[in-house]
């Protein structure tokens, strides 16, 4: 079992960044894919960003390519989401998500883990 922690959310003007941290109760942090993902009321959870167990793999969806910048410290056992440029179409509950084996997907129903999510509110 992994236990998946959220923080970092808040509220920001727009063009602003937060960084999102994903810390993870796991032993062997390095055997999972881990992924951001978001998902607004009324909505489809949606990939953000998606990451391979040894960091060596990214994936990010079209909206955020440029701005925002996943990345993972597995002697932390920690994940992060680097967001700049924040848009308020960005503003949605963030979650982490971890998946046995290092392979990425940006497909939510391939996770098994995940954490209760950090609210972000981008302002215009």
């Known amino acids: 079992q992994v236990q998946l922690v959220e923080s970092g959310g808040g509220l920001v003007q727009a063009g602003g960044s937060l960084r999102l941290s994903c810390a993870a109760s796991?032993?062997?942090?390095?055997?999972?894919?881990v992924g951001w993902f978001r998902q607004a009321p009324g909505k489809e959870r949606e990939s953000v960003a998606v990451i391979s167990g040894s960091g060596g793999f990214t994936r990010y969806a079209d909206s955020v390519k440029g701005r925002f910048i996943i990345s993972r410290d597995n002697a932390k056992s920690t994940v992060y989401l680097q967001m700049n440029g924040l848009k308020p179409e960005d503003t949605d509950v963030y979650y982490c998500?971890?998946?046995?084996?290092?392979?990425?997907?940006?497909?939510?129903?391939?996770?098994?883990?995940w954490g209760r999510g950090t609210k972000v509110t981008i302002s215009s």
């Open positions: 998500a971890a998946r046995g084996g290092s392979a990425a997907y940006s497909v939510p129903r391939e996770y098994d883990y």
């Open positions: 796991a032993r062997t942090f390095s055997s999972y894919a």
